[in-house]
């Protein structure tokens, strides 16, 4: 069982940047690929970024290209996603989940990752 936390969410003007960041607990991050997902107010949950269990391998989003960073310490069991010129329809919840399968693909739908997090609050104001 892993248990996931995020922090680092906010209200942000357009153009600033968060960084959110993913706690694992209880088991070695290291074992498991991990992306962030993030689900708005009406709309399904999208594929963010993901990232392979040694951090050699990302993943975006068309809509986060170029804008997002996901990251890894799994020393510190962490992730992150170092994200710059936000936009307003970057507001949403965001999520980190947890893939123990060993595909060595980094997955893009929600129904493969096996543990989620609660969730951060990302608002971005124009």
Known sequence: QVQLVESGGG???AGGSLRLSCVASGRTLSNYAMAWFR???GKEREFVAGISRSGGTTYYGDSVKGRFTISRDNAKNTVYLQMNSLKPEDTAVYYCAADRGVSPAIRTTAGP???WGQGTQVTVSS
Do not use: N, S, T, W
């Open 11 to 13: 209200l942000v003007q």
């Open 39 to 41: 689900q708005a107010p």
């Open 113 to 115: 990752y096996d543990y």
